[in-house]
């Protein structure tokens, strides 16, 4: 083949560079994306400085700001934990949505149904565990029929998301109705409410005991190691004897019953109430946090922190400076959009045509 | 009889958003290319569609005319929904980027601008942002002469609709043509399938992948500017358009890929998604009835992959990426 035809830019694989390197790779997309961040506020005509101070004062400055970033960061971060061991697999569970949904569903029949025969921590925990069966059950579906018939997952799961919602919107409407005609489940009484703890509801502790724990599971057992294995390759977990079909399943269902705890901790700890909303989108940004924390575990902490000032900040700039708050979604989106380019030059080596001719690599 | 012409019609207006959404989908997935931002670009070419009206009527004053105000529309959302899909494309075809987790950064990117502009639009014209009526009802006219809307039933049915819709389906034909009949269209649906094997025969992947993505995303953006102008009556309004992009999502699966089942498969999601202000069936709630669409298409999910049958399923190498020096 003649030189001519060696292109100007290819690509090679690489494993090899340096955490040091690796980091500022990151932080420097972080940085970037903050920066083309400046366009979108420019336009409104406000000076971009004194908008992401804004945002910064919004959500830290103050005790009570800190902590309703908090309470936006914790679901955030054990949804994101729900994700990685799925993700790890290669299942691509986009249904933690609907697995929230779900699992706020069952937390709330308790709440609504039990509360004054129950006393207040049994209550809490049967609310915890129901919660936990149900999201899990409401993603193993899709996992059966993927173990089964290898049905498509990725359509599965997103599909599963807006049949939970309607089911909430069902029982918005219909059986669960408080006043007639009002469209919304009644308000929580306080013996179906988690504690808070330091002026944050309690979510923030399960949160990072999820942390450890789930960092345990994926690194340090057996069951963490036979996903890492079907992650890498189908074939060789196949051929080592284990049962693919059954770990999919058994993921699934851990994947779906965290985010079922989400479920509960959304509605018992911050909105004390079921809507067709209680996700918010949570399902699917932490999809993002997982994925750009390499689905490492304390990372997720880091970044669900970082788009949690981003949302509430937004919240802050909006009354402020009559920035519309959707500013946090566009900064956001371009965050992800920089990250995710980052992995790009981590991942692989630019190699670059000189003088013409054919060279060898090292 | 008439409530049943009324659904139809009705139908079909909401049908004609979906498919352009799904039609777009359609060409992107054909290249392999899961593109979950159909929200956010749908979102995009309805913040953007409108803004392009808008501005052309605010700069052209009382000489607006109908015609050239839904070119402009048209241009401005395919515009935004093929830059939308171009940062798409970029990460995932050039830098190899995940595929599901860009195109939900797409998704949340493209509900911020398009909320963005939406409000920025509304903020700095004051309060309200709306076309002249006479503007507003050039999108929404239909466009056969009365005589032919007034034949009784098939009238209203085949010919009492916006140009919005018969354009929708000349894409669909002009699609479903493409991909079978054209030297073309087949390479894309050979890249969707095995891009190794493509590569090895000479076609250009990376060309094919990027130009089905961005024309796609352009497709899929002219049905939120199609919401907004008919439906929603020219009035920025993010609430009616949530959700929208993804219900397109589930009928391109409905339609097992094919541009021709998009005609019918969109008119009747349509119906399902606005059964419940015009028909109630006893002990079926109405909420219930908007379920219905993404149930059907999990049944459909799980046929096709229980058949097995060739033909039926989604293109091979969906979400996958390619690169060439991995094997």
């Known amino acids: 083949m003649s030189d001519t035809r060696t292109p100007l830019i290819r690509l090679a694989k690489r494993t090899d560079m340096d955490r040091k390197k690796i980091w500022c790779i990151r932080v420097g997309s972080i940085i970037i994306a903050l920066l083309l961040g400046f366009i979108p506020i420019l336009l409104t005509g406000n000076n971009p400085l004194s908008a992401y101070g804004v945002i910064i004062q919004g959500s830290?400055?103050?005790?009570?700001?800190?902590?309703?970033?908090?309470?936006?960061?914790?679901?955030?971060?054990?949804?994101?934990?729900?994700?990685?061991?799925?993700?790890?697999?290669?299942?691509?569970?986009?249904?933690?949505?609907g697995q929230i949904t779900m699992g706020a569903v069952a937390a709330t029949y308790f709440a609504l149904f039990w509360?004054?025969?129950?006393?207040?921590?049994?209550?809490?925990?049967?609310?915890?565990?129901?919660?936990?069966?149900?999201?899990?059950?409401?993603?193993?579906?899709?996992?059966?029929?993927?173990?089964?018939?290898?049905?498509?997952?990725?359509?599965?799961?997103?599909?599963?998301?807006?049949?939970?919602?309607?089911?909430?919107?069902?029982?918005?409407?219909?059986?669960?109705?408080?006043?007639?005609?009002?469209?919304?489940?009644?308000?929580?009484?306080?013996?179906?409410?988690?504690?808070?703890?330091?002026?944050?509801?309690?979510?923030?502790?399960?949160?990072?005991?999820?942390?450890?724990?789930?960092?345990?599971?994926?690194?340090?057992?057996?069951?963490?190691?036979?996903?890492?294995?079907?992650?890498?390759?189908v074939n060789t977990a196949r051929y080592a004897g284990m049962n693919v079909g059954w770990i999919v399943m058994r993921t699934m269902f851990l994947s779906g019953a965290i985010s079922g705890i989400v479920g509960f901790i959304i509605v018992s700890g911050a909105n004390f109430t079921l809507y067709k909303g209680v996700a918010n989108g949570v399902g699917f940004t932490s999809i993002s946090i997982a994925w750009l924390s390499q689905l490492n575990s304390f990372a997720m902490i880091a970044i669900s922190m970082m788009l949690a000032v981003l949302e509430k900040g937004a919240n802050t700039l909006q009354t402020r400076m009559q920035i519309p708050a959707s500013i946090a979604d566009i900064i956001t989106g371009i965050l992800l959009f920089c990250m995710l380019s980052s992995e790009f030059f981590i991942n692989y080596r630019l190699i670059i045509r000189r003088g013409g001719r054919k060279e060898e690599q090292p | 009889m008439t409530t049943i012409i009324t659904l139809i019609v009705a139908a079909v207006t909401f049908g004609t958003v979906l498919m352009y959404g799904t039609l777009g989908e359609i060409l992107t997935e054909k290249a392999g290319n899961l593109n979950l931002g159909v929200e956010g670009i749908m979102y995009m070419g309805g913040a953007f569609g409108l803004a392009g009206a808008f501005y052309y009527e605010k700069a052209a004053g009382a000489a607006a005319s109908g015609p050239l105000a839904i070119i402009l529309a048209i241009i401005a959302a395919f515009a935004a929904g093929a830059a939308a899909s171009a940062i798409y494309s970029f990460l995932t075809?050039?830098?190899?980027?995940?595929?599901?987790?860009?195109?939900?950064?797409?998704?949340?990117?493209?509900?911020?601008?398009?909320?963005?502009?939406?409000?920025?639009?509304?903020?700095?014209?004051?309060?309200?942002?709306?076309?002249?009526?006479?503007?507003?009802?050039?999108?929404?006219?239909?466009?056969?002469?009365q005589a032919l809307i007034d034949i009784p039933v098939v009238g209203r049915i085949f010919f009492s609709h916006t140009?919005?819709?018969?354009?929708?389906?000349?894409?669909?034909?002009?699609?479903?043509?493409?991909?079978?009949?054209t030297r073309y269209g087949m390479y894309l649906t050979a890249v969707g399938e095995s891009p190794a094997t493509s590569d090895a025969a000479g076609i250009n992947i990376t060309k094919y992948k990027y130009?089905?993505?961005?024309?796609?995303?352009?497709?899929?953006?002219?049905?939120?500017?199609?919401?907004?102008?008919?439906?929603?009556?020219?009035?920025?309004?993010?609430?009616?358009?949530?959700?929208?992009?993804?219900?397109?999502?589930?009928?391109?699966?409905?339609?097992?890929?094919?541009?021709?089942?998009?005609?019918?498969?969109?008119?009747?999601?349509?119906?399902?998604?606005?059964?419940?202000?015009?028909?109630?069936?006893?002990?079926?709630?109405?909420?219930?009835?908007?379920?219905?669409?993404?149930?059907?298409?999990?049944?459909?999910?799980?046929?096709?992959?229980?058949?097995?049958?060739?033909?039926?399923?989604?293109?091979?190498?969906?979400?996958?990426?390619?690169?060439?020096?991995?094997?």
């Open chain 2, 211 to 327: 130009i089905a993505t961005i024309i796609g995303g352009g497709i899929s953006a002219i049905g939120g500017m199609v919401y907004i102008m008919t439906t929603a009556g020219c009035v920025w309004n993010h609430e009616g358009l949530s959700g929208v992009g993804w219900l397109a999502v589930a009928l391109v699966i409905f339609c097992i890929w094919r541009p021709l089942n998009a005609i019918w498969g969109s008119v009747l999601f349509g119906a399902m998604m606005i059964m419940y202000l015009r028909i109630s069936i006893p002990f079926i709630p109405t909420e219930i009835y908007k379920i219905l669409p993404y149930i059907v298409t999990v049944i459909v999910l799980i046929l096709t992959s229980m058949k097995n049958s060739r033909d039926k399923q989604p293109p091979a190498s969906l979400g996958i990426n390619y690169f060439r020096e991995e094997r």
């Open chain 1, 115 to 233: 509360s004054n025969r129950l006393p207040h921590v049994p209550l809490l925990l049967i609310m915890f565990i129901s919660g936990a069966i149900t999201g899990g059950l409401w993603a193993l579906i899709p996992a059966f029929f993927k173990a089964r018939w290898n049905t498509n997952e990725t359509l599965f799961t997103l599909m599963m998301n807006y049949i939970a919602i309607g089911i909430v919107a069902w029982l918005q409407g219909g059986p669960w109705e408080g006043r007639k005609g009002s469209q919304l489940i009644p308000m929580f009484s306080d013996n179906a409410r988690i504690p808070t703890v330091l002026g944050v509801h309690c979510g923030w502790i399960i949160a990072l005991i999820l942390v450890l724990l789930m960092y345990v599971y994926m690194t340090k057992t057996k069951q963490g190691y036979e996903i890492a294995v079907i992650g890498d390759s």
């Open chain 2, 163 to 181: 140009v919005f819709f018969y354009m929708a389906v000349v894409v669909a034909v002009l699609m479903f043509l493409f991909l079978k009949k």
């Open chain 1, 60 to 97: 830290l400055s103050r005790p009570i700001y800190f902590k309703q970033t908090v309470k936006i960061a914790v679901p955030l971060l054990c949804c994101a934990l729900a994700i990685a061991p799925c993700f790890k697999m290669r299942f691509w569970n986009i249904g933690a949505e």
């Open chain 2, 93 to 145: 075809i050039t830098l190899r980027a995940n595929q599901n987790v860009t195109g939900l950064a797409l998704s949340i990117f493209g509900t911020g601008i398009g909320q963005f502009v939406g409000e920025f639009m509304r903020v700095s014209e004051g309060g309200y942002v709306a076309l002249s009526n006479n503007l507003k009802e050039s999108f929404s006219a239909a466009i056969f002469p």
